[in-house]
């Protein structure tokens, strides 16, 4: 380009090299603060549409002032006399017909100006803040019958909305049937790998040490497995002790004794799941969910919408076949809205007429969380109150991903999928329990070591949960 619409770009640093170089129909970049994310929208973004006459651009972010500040103003001044910018319509104008529109999506409201469109490359910036829904809705409109490659990128960190999704898609790389492992890349960028940026601002990683512990993890070393926010931090889920118990909730399947208690725990749904938990409670008050029926379709948060005969129909029929279940007498715990019976008959009333019956359960929600956390909570053997089977894929999938509401500091954001966190607060009720470190020091103080000897608590031994057999065969 002649005279001052000449662009000159900086050398990429190697990560930014990596992506700019990465031809997948989806590559992940980032995963921590600093990594030169946005710079690399922009200055990607620019080098297809010089390169391919005629290609459409799609930049997105969160909010529209996000995207004035951190791509369109820095665009305007980069772009000066290469392209022309479109205040109303948010897009720049090539001389070779390529376009780089700008979209933002703050609520589902927002996906209507997507509608109908085609873009051939989307960029998506700061994607953990989209929805999951959100996401797949846009990258829909990445289509079209023409030459030019069709990719989505997705910068990206640990934390957000999305956190649950893109964990899935490029850390665990675990897929659904019609998603293909090799339609995905990753490239993890630290902001120690922007050496521009470590030059400039070398104050800047030392903002990010300060940090509290779990935003630093995750923002300085990209950790996935811990982010600010999420209202289960508690949750641990360790495949490699699924065996020995110890230090996971997460465990593998045994035989139930004949003598243990099975309580049944449900949540209500239809545009959204309905959730129904199994339990099964060992004589030290130890308890494990066994088994689940989750009403969810493909699309996370998305019901299934079963009428209520249906959804007991089914309910009654795991509990006469299941061998865990089958002749046993379980203990229903379900949302007290369930009683409802304004507009007719209840959802109760059609449960019981399926032979499933059930008692309202305590909904009080702050007490209801601390009852889930205190059975969560470790001992100083790494045991806990509750396990989860492997086979509770709903609970295992939507728990971690659950974050506090913005406005009631102890409370879950009950815009997160939180049905089967609901019906497990609603179970927890029914049988309370003490916070573990006053439970652990009354037993020490009644024990004989405590009474009659010169002892102190930490020469107790502790003693060991008992091991189950675990099975083999999963239901």
Known sequence: MPGDSRLRMPPPNEKQRMAFLDTHRYVGYGGARGGGKSWFVRWKAVLLALYYAGIKILITRRTFRELLNNHIFPLIQLLNGAARYNHSDKCFTFPNGSTIWFGYCACDGDLGQYQGAEYDVWFADEAGQFQEHWLTQIDACVRGVNAFPKRTYFTLNPGGPGHGYFKRLFIDR????????????????????????????????????????????????????????????????????????????????????????IY??????????????????????????????????????????????????EIARIEREHRWLAGKHVIGIADPAIWDAETGKSVADMAAEQGVYFSPGDHKRIPGWMQVHYRLAFDENGYPQMYIFKNCKAFIRTLPLLQYDESKCEDLDTDGEDHVAD???????????????????????????????????EDVKAVKRPRMEVILREE
């Open 174 to 261: 675990n897929y659904t049937e019609d998603e293909h492992p090799e339609d995905y890349s990753f490239i993890q960028a630290l902001c120690t790998d922007n050496a521009a940026l470590m030059k400039s601002q070398p104050e800047y990683m030392r903002s990010l040490q300060k940090l509290p512990p779990k935003l630093r993890q995750a923002w300085l070393y990209g950790r996935w497995d811990v982010y600010e926010g999420q209202f289960f931090e508690d949750f641990a889920d360790r495949p490699e002790h699924y065996g020995d118990r110890q230090w996971t909730h997460v465990i593998d399947p045994f035989e139930i004794p004949e003598g243990w208690k």
């Open 264 to 313: 049944r725990s449900f949540d209500w749904g239809y545009n959204k799941p309905f959730s129904c938990g199994w339990w099964a409670v060992d004589y030290d008050g130890v308890v494990y969910r066994i088994l689940e029926l989750y009403g969810c379709t493909g699309t996370p948060n998305e019901g299934v919408k079963w009428t209520p005969p249906k959804v007991f129909a």
């Open 423 to 457: 019906e497990t607060r609603y179970f927890c009720m029914s049988r309370p329990i003490k916070p573990l470190q006053a439970r652990h020091e009354r037993a020490f103080e009644r024990s004989p070591a405590a009474l009659f000897l010169d002892v102190s608590r």
